[in-house]
């Protein structure tokens, strides 16, 4: 059955088009630093928001018209989806696409029926995948919705409810697997705390350290060679979260010695949530060799919450494919739009159109930064401003030949200091260069 049947394959038509149906800057053949953009940029549909978002809100249900949900049986509703899904991401051209357990099939009355229903999606999610270019970036388990989560997963009070949440991931292992899901994340929905009054915080640390290590025994025991990602999370829903940004997770990851194993995923906005800007959380990362993979969306800068956001800020798209490039792109990961259409927006149609704006903006935000790191334009800046360093005393420092003594002996010396302009305002403006003369190129 077709599901979209009024919208033809996304085409690049370029700057000037006037079609909310095409790309602008989205070519997914042309070149960028060797590779295709859509080998570079390998785009993600996020299952959860594209299929299953009902578009509600805590002032009024769910607006999103859906043709594929109209079945009454949830089995029915997940298989219908699983159709839905693949005709979107062969019209959109979406290399890959990720999904959470619980969004691409339903909860049972138990267990066993969870993990049944969760086989019977698994073989038509294969079946699809046969035939179609989109392949699995990632897969994770959701331990946060049901209420017996209420307390946590891996972090719970309750050794039953931990118990029960490693049962969850351990098919989840085994279905990433078996649909060649190239990472796999963990997202501590409520791994975190209300208050510390009634939380012994050691004990839930050490018992998440477990859980992933348990984890990673068995995803090398089913030869499961997945990248395992952490994705961090300040607040939402918990008051505070233990995966609260890259450096409280990597300080996580290095004490419980998992910093080989895992990379980071990480979330514009959530990176906004923890009073980052994304490209801080991105930079990072990739200073210390652990950007995985990337949530792209956007916060609204009005609002404190969690608002999953198509990415569409120019300037945001630019630094992160900046962070991206400098590390030699995603490896593993990719740019998955977990982001989802405003309830406005609650068409069908709506969904390619939100999809081909982050896209774009996206694609844009990369010929920027190439340019950017092609031309040199601010590591001068940058050089210029650090070359103390690169000499004298400051070689000294970096290259470890000196000590307080020396230093003290050295500073007497001084009569004079010279300090260098920021020249943050020239940095701007060459940004605003850039992004306009890319724009004018198309």
Do not use: C
């Not at 993600?44 to 859906?66: C, K, N, S």
């Not at 979406?94 to 099939?105: G, K, L, Q, R």
């Not at 990961?333 to 149609?349: C, H, I, M, Q, Y």
């Amino acid at each position: 059955m077709a599901y979209f049947d009024n919208i033809s394959k996304i085409k690049y038509e370029g700057a000037k088009s006037k079609d909310p149906l095409a790309f602008k800057f989205y070519n997914p053949e042309e070149q960028l630093n060797g590779q295709s953009m859509e080998e570079a940029l390998r785009f993600g549909i996020a299952y959860w928001h594209t299929f299953t978002e009902e578009l509600g809100d805590p002032f009024g249900t769910g607006t999103a018209q859906r043709p594929w949900d109209h079945f009454s049986d949830p089995m029915d509703r997940a298989k219908a989806r699983v159709e839905a899904a693949f005709e979107f991401f062969d019209k959109i051209g979406a290399p890959y696409f990720a999904f959470h357990d619980v969004d691409v099939a339903p909860e049972g009355s138990s267990l066993k029926e969870t993990l049944e229903n969760q086989d019977v999606i698994a073989d038509m999610l294969e079946d699809y995948m046969k035939d179609s270019k989109t392949k699995l970036l990632w897969n994770t388990t959701n331990n946060f919705s049901n209420p017996m989560f209420v307390h946590g997963a891996a972090t719970s009070n309750s050794a039953d409810v931990y118990a029960y949440a490693a049962a969850k991931v351990k098919k989840a292992l085994e279905i990433g697997k078996r649909l060649g899901a190239e990472n796999y994340v963990f997202w501590g929905g409520r791994e975190g705390y209300e208050s510390l009054l009634n939380t012994n915080m050691g004990l839930e640390l050490d018992n998440l350290a477990r859980f992933f290590h348990m984890a990673n025994d068995y995803a090398k025991e089913i030869g499961f060679d997945a990248q395992f990602l952490i994705e961090p999370k300040p607040k939402e829903p918990t008051s505070h979260q233990y995966d609260f940004d890259v450096a409280t997770g990597y300080a996580f990851l290095q004490k419980y010695n998992l910093d080989d194993v895992f990379k980071f995923n990480i979330e514009a906005n959530h990176a906004t949530l923890a009073g980052h800007s994304f490209e801080h959380e991105l930079h990072y990362a990739r200073i210390n060799g652990m950007l995985g993979s990337v949530d792209a969306n956007q916060g609204h800068p009005l609002l404190g919450w969690d608002t999953d956001e198509f990415p569409s800020d120019l300037y945001a798209t630019t630094l992160a494919m900046y962070e991206i490039l400098k590390n030699g792109g995603l490896g593993r990961g990719g740019l998955n739009f977990d982001a989802k259409v405003r309830r406005t927006s609650f068409k069908p149609e709506d969904l390619f159109k939100a999809h081909i704006v982050g896209m774009d903006s996206f694609a844009l935000g990369a010929k920027v930064a190439q340019k950017l790191i092609d031309d040199k334009a601010l590591d001068s800046i940058l050089e210029n401003r650090y070359k103390s360093f690169t000499e004298g005393i400051g070689k000294d420092i970096v290259d470890g030949n000196t000590d307080f003594k020396k230093l003290q002996d050295y500073a007497l010396g001084l009569d004079k200091f010279e300090t260098e302009s920021g020249n943050l305002e020239v940095i701007k403006g060459i940004l605003n260069q850039y992004l306009v003369t890319t724009i004018a190129e198309g």
